[in-house]
């Protein structure tokens, strides 16, 4: 059974077939599926999601690619989605430097925040960390009881190390088969003995619209974990034999 542990279905990529899509998911063995939010719209919409698929579960939080939209009420209202018995982890949040590195500390603020709600519920945190290893790494020391999953992990083996003695479980999403990508296969190999854990993204990374128009999800994904598919256009290949 294929555990599709990240995936934006409540993406507009995917509105023409979404629920062509999902209602597809058992026959192609894949079992559970965890939509994390981004905002206070993608988490209704993630929870919408997972009241209507028994197999759907969501995560809600506060990207800080995100933080444009962020209101007190809307916070407010975010706080109360995560009280729903489907929603299963506080998350996609984090740092992001790439995008925005003018608003560190803001940004920051943000992240504690939640990830405080997530020791008061005693949730998982789905960590997205962009260009802030050193920022992202400090603030979970600080907070040690709270453990989750770094999403498409792409810090050093060094810092990898300490997260996973902290408790973490480090996911790697389809960047992993890039030709120039270094860093990420070399950390996989070293932990993978101690963690072995596939993130299936569904729509985010780089091919993302070339794929997406093959009518990439869960399901193609997945198969390039059973047959070792070089990349990920070839694991649409081989799911579209």
Same mark, same amino acid.
């Given at each position: 059974?294929?555990?599709?542990?990240?995936?934006?279905?409540?993406?507009?990529?995917?509105?023409?077939?979404?629920?062509?899509?999902?209602?597809?998911?058992?026959?192609?063995?894949?079992?559970?599926?965890?939509?994390?939010? $981004?905002?206070? *719209?993608?988490?209704?919409?993630?929870?919408?999601?997972?009241?209507?698929?028994?197999?759907?579960?969501?995560?809600?939080?506060?990207?800080?690619?995100?933080?444009?939209?962020?209101?007190?009420?809307?916070?407010?209202?975010?706080?109360?989605?995560?009280?729903?018995?489907? $929603?299963?982890?506080?998350?996609?949040?984090?740092?992001?430097? +790439?995008?925005?590195?003018?608003?560190? #500390? *803001?940004?920051?603020?943000?992240?504690?925040?939640?990830?405080?709600?997530?020791?008061?519920?005693?949730?998982?945190?789905?960590?997205?960390?962009?260009?802030?290893?050193?920022?992202?790494?400090?603030?979970?020391?600080?907070?040690?009881?709270?453990?989750?999953? +770094?999403? $498409?992990?792409?810090?050093?083996?060094? #810092?990898?190390?300490?997260?996973?003695?902290?408790?973490?479980?480090?996911?790697?999403?389809?960047?992993?088969?890039?030709?120039?990508?270094?860093?990420?296969?070399?950390?996989?190999?070293?932990?993978?003995?101690?963690?072995?854990?596939?993130?299936?993204?569904?729509?985010?990374?780089?091919?993302?619209? *070339?794929?997406?128009?093959?009518? $990439?999800?869960?399901?193609?994904?997945?198969?390039?974990?059973?047959?070792?598919?070089?990349?990920?256009?070839?694991?649409?290949?081989?799911?579209? *034999?």
């Amino acid at each position: 059974m294929i555990f599709d542990t990240h995936a934006h279905y409540d993406s507009g990529a995917f509105n023409a077939d979404r629920f062509d899509i999902l209602a597809s998911m058992p026959e192609k063995n894949v079992g559970l599926i965890v939509d994390p939010g $981004c905002d206070l *719209e993608s988490s209704r919409a993630a929870i919408a999601l997972a009241e209507k698929y028994d197999f759907v579960y969501a995560a809600i939080g506060w990207h800080p690619e995100d933080m444009d939209k962020l209101t007190d009420e809307g916070f407010d209202e975010m706080i109360k989605l995560m009280h729903h018995p489907k $929603c299963v982890a506080v998350g996609e949040i984090g740092l992001d430097y +790439y995008w925005d590195a003018e608003h560190k #500390d *803001e940004q920051k603020a943000l992240f504690i925040r939640q990830i405080e709600l997530a020791l008061e519920l005693d949730k998982p945190v789905i960590v997205h960390d962009r260009e802030a290893h050193q920022d992202c790494l400090s603030i979970v020391r600080e907070h040690p009881q709270v453990t989750g999953v +770094y999403h $498409c992990y792409s810090g050093s083996l060094e #810092d990898a190390k300490v997260l996973v003695k902290l408790g973490w479980m480090l996911s790697f999403t389809g960047v992993i088969t890039y030709k120039n990508a270094r860093r990420a296969p070399e950390v996989a190999e070293v932990i993978r003995h101690s963690q072995e854990q596939d993130d299936q993204t569904a729509a985010r990374m780089e091919e993302l619209a *070339e794929l997406q128009a093959m009518g $990439c999800h869960a399901a193609i994904l997945g198969k390039s974990i059973y047959t070792g598919a070089i990349d990920l256009k070839q694991a649409v290949a081989l799911y579209q *034999e």
